[in-house]
């Protein structure tokens, strides 16, 4: 069991500065200032921030299409890792996904991403195709995987 001393709520456009280091961070071709506040803002769109003390220590961005949703990008910051925060982003995430019609979570995953995958297997996610090459710097394949959302 995780201790939790985190709170999960929608991004908001102050959460920019933040959210871009993280990004950054973690990212080799990271989103721009730009690119953050069309996720944040879009209508079809779900953001969340995880805060430890007020301040962003992760993020889930996703594209709803139901009944299909699309998971853009994850990060938890490194200080923060192993606490839980991906796990309570992604079934927030996915609790706003079922109430607005959608049925399947998919995501692209570097095959090389061992936390990652494991993360998502560890929430039902499971394997169903690759894309060869799909990554650069460094190169690797996509693991494409699915969560069927039961009620
Ligand atoms: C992947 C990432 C989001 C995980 O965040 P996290 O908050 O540490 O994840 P959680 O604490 O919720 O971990 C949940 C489960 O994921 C798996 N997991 C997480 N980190 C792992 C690691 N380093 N090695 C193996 N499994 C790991 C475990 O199954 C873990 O469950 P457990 O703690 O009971 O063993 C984080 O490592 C990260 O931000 N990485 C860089 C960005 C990235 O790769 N994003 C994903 C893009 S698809």
Not at 26 to 31: G, R
Not at 97 to 106: D, Q
């Amino acid at each position: 069991m995780h201790a939790q001393p985190f709170v999960i709520r929608p991004a908001q456009e102050d959460d920019l500065p933040a959210l871009l280091a993280l990004e950054t961070a973690y990212f080799a071709h990271p989103w721009t200032a730009e690119n953050l506040l069309t996720e944040i803002r879009k209508p079809a769109g779900c953001f969340l921030v995880a805060l430890r003390q007020a301040s962003p220590v992760g993020y889930v961005s996703a594209v709803l299409v139901p009944p299909e949703a699309f998971v853009n990008n994850l990060a938890v910051a490194e200080p923060c890792r192993g606490r839980g925060v991906a796990t309570a982003l992604m079934r927030r995430l996915e609790n706003a996904c079922a109430a607005r019609g959608v049925t399947a979570v998919k995501l692209e995953v570097r095959c090389g991403n061992t936390a990652a995958r494991s993360l998502y297997r560890s929430l039902g996610y499971v394997s169903d195709g690759v894309r060869p090459g799909f990554y650069r710097d460094p190169p690797d394949d996509a693991a494409l995987m699915t969560h069927v959302l039961t009620d």
